[in-house]
Nanobody
Framework: VQLQESGPGLVKPSQTLPLTCTVS??????????WGWIRQPPGEELEWMVA???????YYTPSLKNRASISRDTSKNQFTLQLGSVTPEDTAVYYC????????????WGQGTQVTVSS
């Protein structure tokens, strides 16, 4: 399985950040797999953000529930994160990941994409 993030590297405060993950050699609708986003701000630990199950069910970390959404395009085998009202605190490396049976530990990671929020 390969995961590849794509999206803008620079976003202005208050805008919405869209990030897309394209999955190869594996279907996002295969039973018992979850797909999600994790980020790592500079100098900080990894932060679990959102996930979407093979069934389409979605999961959010409480702190981002009002700003984040995750969706998927099964025809393109892609899933997308939308993070609204961004601030400089959203500056981070964003990773798309895959989980199997549980969202506790990702087994495949994209290479990560740097996103900077700045005016």
């Amino acid at each position: 399985v390969q995961l590849q993030e794509s999206g803008p590297g620079l976003v202005k405060p208050s805008q919405t950040l869209p990030l897309t993950c394209t999955v190869s050699n594996g279907s996002i609708t295969t039973d018992y797999y979850y797909w999600g986003w994790i980020r790592q701000p500079p100098g900080e630990e990894l932060e679990w953000m959102v996930a979407i199950a093979w069934s389409g069910s979605t999961y959010y970390t409480p702190s981002l529930k009002n700003r984040a959404s995750i969706s998927r395009d099964t025809s393109k085998n892609q899933f997308t994160l939308q993070l609204g009202s961004v601030t400089p605190e959203d500056t981070a490396v964003y990773y798309c990941v895959r989980y199997h049976r549980t969202v506790m530990a990702a087994d495949y990671w994209g290479q990560g994409t740097q996103v900077t929020v700045s005016s």
